[in-house]
């Protein structure tokens, strides 16, 4: 991306403590730990740094000597890292875990409508017929990595079928802004509200298409994610606040500034390398790096957040502790600026 203002050396300095400090966190093997754990990879794949890709092997080897939990959409976020690690060390546990996650995601996983992925915490039936926007991460992104890496041409289509689903569900046509939720029993958006990280996973996802799918142009479903980020990312930059970041409910000024979110949007904005998105990018590269403590913490990241009930839901939720996702997102941000 051109024109993007930054210190190389610092930037790398920042992921090499953030990397550090997001090690340092018990997290099981769930969602948090697959952001978190996607973007030491995507910082081991930009730096080449092997001490990135040796400490996290080590603690996915804990794990599976630990044993594994059941499959949901949140936990095939994890799929992210194996996916690294396979490519790394070409050690078949880690593909095999991989394909197993396909497997549930393919056969097994709660859908509705036209096929599409239900967002699932746990076991149970958690959201009945609920799209939410995390699901685009846990899942599609996922499922879309692995089927370029099988040439598998089903699975792409699955995956390009919960990118199209998932837009016309949460999309806000006026605005371009994504809903954090949609329930098909309801036919609605529930309490309705733009928020933040919900756009981030929105936004980095769908530009990560283009980026591994060979060929994208030939799908038409590709199309769709292209005029969906486009209309996203016009009216989002819009929206950014002054110290670089983007608020927790995007068009709610009493809303307070998220990290995450912002991590996650900007990330997009460098993977897509429009020159007109470079002012931003540079106002959040300086945002984001003031959100990062000398330990390598990412700050003022909120907590997980379900589809709230109300405004004061999302605005209330704290944002005092380190979060697996708020590492991740930076990480992946700062990769990309480097990269």
Known sequence: MVGLKFDKEEIELLIDKMVE??????????????VAYYGISRAYEVTKNEEYLQVMKKRIDEYIELGLPAWTVNTCAMGHCLITLYEATNEQKYWDIALSKVKYLRTEALRFGDSVLQHTVSIKNDFPE??????????????????????????????????????????NQ????????????????????????????????????????????LYPKYMEIVGSLDEQLSNIKLLQTENGLWRTILDDETSYEEVSAAAGIAAAMVTIGNPLHTKYVNKSIQGVKENISESGKVLNVSAGTAVMKDSEGYKTITRNWIQGWGQGLALAFLAGVIE
Request: aromatic content about 18%; some cysteine; charged content about 20%.
């Open 21 to 34: 400090r997001t090690m340092r966190m018990d997290m099981p093997w769930e969602w948090p730990c697959g």
């Open 130 to 171: 609920q799209a939410w926007a995390d699901t685009l991460f846990m899942a599609a992104f996922f499922l879309l990595r692995m089927g370029v890496k099988l040439k598998d041409e089903e699975i792409i289509e699955d995956a390009l079928n919960q990118y199209y689903y998932h837009i016309k569900y949460l999309q």
């Open 174 to 217: 006026e605005t371009g802004l994504w809903y954090h939720g949609y329930n098909n029993i309801e036919k609605s958006h529930m309490s309705g509200f733009h928020w933040g990280r919900a756009n981030a996973w929105a936004a980095y996802t769908m530009s990560q298409v283009g980026r591994i799918l060979p060929e994208c142009y």
